[in-house]
């Protein structure tokens, strides 16, 4: 049997230039360097260091299997270096997605959020990269339904024989960490039941019903509030899709993104926003801390290393990956997305610009009722 390839997506918020902008190129220089080293070790097989807002993400390919000690450690000290060179240069939020003093063996429940899958390479295998900033898991909950259960979105659901068969569900509870697997399209209408309740359930894997295929998608589902136990900044998730030849086609995958979803995070972490599809240039947020950004990068698999537009020769981790968001195609759905942002920030602070009470990150609401309390008589 062929060996599997897996392939890890690890991102953490460690520090930005003016707010929540961009982290600094010395701290992304320092994250390649490590991951440089990494491959030399003969960890990794290849790596890609890219950015969405003041989010770093790490790509890497590997032999080693989800959730790898070895994997993680090698993220960790990319994003603790890279932390201390935010704070000595007083950077924003410098260190703010590490939660841990120490590695523990895996980064899950220490800040930074991971989308792993494991699978053998096809004939051709393309893969898009999702990254999101100012906004929280579920965010893609919209999107992957389309993707992956929507025959007016993705053609191949019928015509396509493998896909026709559906896709299995892996959904999450992120409030009292359980899962369930449920099938479509047999059970589409209970999934959306689920998902449609978005401060609680969000998507973790899609796998196809073709055994030669596996996994189809994987959402990083880390809460950062949760894991901290106060609001420490929002989750930023991280998608990966694996497209065409039993799979939606690169173009179905895209197509959701069309749609300018309303997305909780935002400012503070406490407001809907229309999300924002753009180039990782373009990721900078520029309007009342966003709107919530959406960049979509997309690599082959080939022979277990990322394959980009680098010219032959280039050394390991110098890759151009396809931009998908940065042409003016896109501009429509950035100007609806503005024009729903500034349409929902004219609320101020009343709902539903703001989230309710339970999803706040920052509120004053529990000081302000004690203060109150004395004060407050029966209605008659």
């Known amino acids: 049997m062929p060996d599997k390839i897996t392939v890890s997506v690890i991102?953490?918020?460690?520090?930005?230039?003016?707010?929540?902008?961009?982290?600094h190129p010395k701290m992304m220089a320092q994250c390649e360097e490590i991951l440089r080293d990494g491959v030399r070790a003969g960890t990794l097989n290849d790596f890609y260091v890219t950015r969405v807002g003041d989010d770093i993400n790490l790509y890497m390919t590997h032999h080693k299997g989800e959730n790898h000690r070895d994997v993680h450690g090698i993220a960790w000290e990319a994003f603790r270096q890279a932390a201390k060179i935010a704070k000595d240069m007083k950077l924003y939020a410098a260190g703010q997605d590490i939660l841990k003093d120490a590695f523990s063996g895996n980064i899950r429940g220490m800040g930074p959020g991971a989308a792993?899958?494991?699978?053998?390479?096809?004939?051709?295998?393309?893969?898009?990269?999702?990254?999101?900033?100012?906004?929280?898991?579920?965010?893609?909950?919209?999107?992957?339904?389309?993707i992956f259960m929507d025959p007016f979105t993705t053609t191949g659901l019928v015509i396509d024989p493998r896909a026709h068969e559906g896709f299995r569900f892996e959904i999450v509870d992120v409030i009292d960490s359980k899962k369930v697997v449920m099938s479509s399209p047999e059970e589409i209408y209970d999934i959306l039941t689920l998902l449609g309740d978005t401060t609680r359930y969000s998507i973790k894997r899609i796998f196809s019903k073709d055994a030669g295929i596996g996994v189809a998608s994987v959402v990083s589902t880390e809460k950062l509030n949760i894991c901290a136990g106060k609001y420490v900044g929002k989750d930023d998730p991280v998608c990966v899709v694996r497209c065409q030849s039993g799979l939606p086609a690169v173009g179905e995958v895209l197509q959701p993104f069309m749609f300018p979803q309303l997305v909780a995070g935002w400012m503070r972490g406490s407001h809907y926003g229309a999300w924002f599809p753009c180039s990782v240039d373009k990721s900078d947020p520029t309007f009342f801390d966003g709107p919530p950004r959406i960049c979509c990068l997309g690599f082959q698999i080939s022979h277990g290393k990322l394959q980009g537009l680098e010219d032959p020769g280039s050394p390991v981790g110098v890759h151009t990956p396809v931009d998908f968001f940065a042409g003016d195609e896109w501009n429509e759905a950035r100007a609806k997305a503005v024009r729903a942002s500034i349409y929902m920030r004219r609320h101020g602070p009343f709902m539903p610009a703001i989230l309710g009470p339970e999803e706040m990150e920052y509120t004053t609401r529990p000081a302000v009722i004690a203060k109150l309390k004395m004060r407050m008589e029966d209605v008659e």
Do not use: C, Q
């Open 11 to 23: 991102k953490a918020d460690v520090g930005s230039v003016v707010g929540h902008s961009r982290p």
């Open 116 to 146: 792993e899958m494991e699978f053998v390479e096809r004939g051709s295998e393309p893969i898009l990269f999702f990254m999101a900033d100012k906004t929280e898991p579920s965010s893609y909950s919209l999107p992957l339904t389309r």
